[in-house]
């Protein structure tokens, strides 16, 4: 059975720009959410999906958003990037819908460079 | 509201040592709790959860937990550690019916010595 797959890796952007990162759950899994990784904060809750529809959201800025599609596909959007903004960008996906019952199964990441 | 709180932000040790990992939460409601592993340049991976049940949770790897409500704490061990156990720990917690929103502690960084 094929892991969550995160696309792009690895992503350098200038400030000022906007990005779409994308997120593939295991085949089976309709929860889908997004944590930021960076060192001074941590692992941070960004939002989570299920069903096409968000169910959470953290307490981030509206730049960061979100959706996911009817194949449970995920993509999260981040607006006029700013320096930072650089960190790992982490999904995880779970059969959902209560997913914090569940395991949640987590990508390899994808490391964003905002310069 | 909901926190998570690892004690040490690192912990060294020599290979088969005994090594416990501590994590305290605070949170209002009743909560699942987690043990990840954080390898370089890697996603996580789940090592042990507690829903229900008993308050021993045996996982991956040889490492075990126990939580304790009282204490509204989560410790990881492992009777003996080996140098490929070297890696980023992280505890997280999350509330009954908050679906998978994962609140996590700042990570213990793990270094095994030879």
């Known amino acids: 059975k094929a892991g969550v797959t995160q696309t792009p890796r690895y992503l350098i952007k200038t400030r000022g720009q906007q990005v779409t990162l994308s997120c593939s759950p295991i085949s089976g899994h309709r929860s889908v959410s997004w944590y930021q990784q960076t060192p001074g904060q941590g692992l941070q809750f960004l939002f989570e999906?299920?069903?096409?529809?968000?169910?959470n959201k953290g307490n981030f800025p509206g730049r960061f958003s979100g959706r996911q599609f009817s194949n449970s596909r995920s993509e999260m959007n981040v607006s006029t990037l700013e320096l930072g903004d650089s960190a790992l960008y982490l999904c995880?996906?779970?059969?959902?819908?209560?997913?914090?019952?569940?395991?949640?199964?987590f990508g390899q990441g994808t490391r964003l460079t905002v310069v | 509201a909901q926190s998570v709180t690892q004690l040490d932000s690192q912990v060294p040790v020599f290979e088969e040592a005994p090594v416990e990992l501590r994590c305290n939460y605070s949170?209002?409601?009743?909560?699942?709790l987690f043990w990840y592993v954080q390898y370089p340049n890697q996603g996580l991976q789940l090592l042990l959860k507690?829903?229900?049940?008993?308050?021993l949770v045996k996982g991956i790897n040889g490492f075990e937990a126990e939580f304790n409500k009282s204490q509204t704490s989560f410790h990881l061990r492992k009777p003996s550690v080996h140098i490929s156990d070297t890696a980023e720990y992280f505890c997280?917690?999350?509330?009954?019916?908050?679906?998978?929103?994962?609140?996590f502690g700042q990570g213990t960084e793990l270094s095994v010595k030879p």
């Open positions: 999906y299920f069903s096409e529809t968000q169910r």
């Open positions: 949170s209002s409601v009743s909560v699942y």
């Open positions: 997280a917690v999350s509330e009954y019916n908050q679906g998978g929103k994962l609140i």
């Open positions: 995880a996906s779970s059969l959902g819908p209560r997913a914090g019952s569940t395991e949640a199964f």
């Open positions: 507690y829903l229900s049940g008993s308050t």
